[in-house]
């Protein structure tokens, strides 16, 4: 997997230092989207902290959407912004999933 380092340093939260997103911030309609894309990042360029991606909330959401955890992983070290993984959720994730 490639990573875009510069990207996602600019993006990222370092979660050692700071919280990912609340679960009920939505991201493309879904809830826990956010949070999920807050502690990939970080685990990515190993500033995760406490914060584990892939956790049992992660899966609940990867469920939902009807998703693939490394697909979603994959995608985001490209240093995708928010809105570009939105409108990556938007075309991939299942049309009836999202509330």
């Not at 914060?51 to 994959?74: H, L, S, T, W």
């Amino acid at each position: 997997m490639n990573i875009n380092r510069s990207k996602l340093e600019k993006l990222a939260k370092d979660l050692r230092k700071e919280e990912p997103r609340p679960a009920h911030v939505k991201l493309a309609n879904f809830e826990m989207a956010a949070r999920t894309l807050d502690k990939c990042r970080a685990s990515l360029l190993g500033i995760e902290g406490e914060y584990r991606f892939g956790c049992p909330m992660d899966q609940e959401f990867f469920q939902e959407a009807v998703i693939n955890e490394e697909d979603f992983k994959a995608f985001v070290a490209t240093g995708a912004s928010d809105q570009e993984v939105a409108d990556w959720l938007a075309q991939h994730a299942s049309p009836h999933a999202a509330r």
